[in-house]
């Protein structure tokens, strides 16, 4: 018979979840357009050095300015996953990537 430690396993510090929905403070609720306050952002980028997540491009911005470039680019990648998905999703404007898209201005 083998012997057990009974020592109890160290615990590990819990990661913020890499997804869209999550707790109050950190995620925006549907209705409000989907994605990460900046509080969020900051503790996720606390949380994970070097890390370059910004939070959406929700203002008038100059054209060809860094901000223009980066909404461009977000509505680009978020209309492929709007294709991709089902066809309730695409339809229904109170959908997380409709809000998204719609915050984002696109």
Excluded: D
């Excluded at 995620?27 to 994970?48: Q, S």
């Amino acid at each position: 018979m083998v012997a057990r430690s009974t020592s109890p396993k160290p615990r590990r510090e819990k990661n913020i979840a890499r997804t869209t929905t999550g707790k109050k403070p950190n995620f925006r609720p549907t209705k409000k357009g989907a994605g990460m306050t900046a509080k969020g952002v900051k503790e996720y980028r606390k949380k994970n050095p070097g890390s370059k997540l910004q939070t959406a491009v929700t203002g008038k911005v100059k054209p060809g300015s860094k901000a223009a470039k980066r909404r461009k680019s977000f509505c680009a990648r978020s209309l492929g996953q709007l294709k991709k998905s089902s066809a309730k999703t695409r339809n229904n404007p109170n959908s997380r990537i409709r809000q998204a898209r719609r915050r984002w201005k696109c």
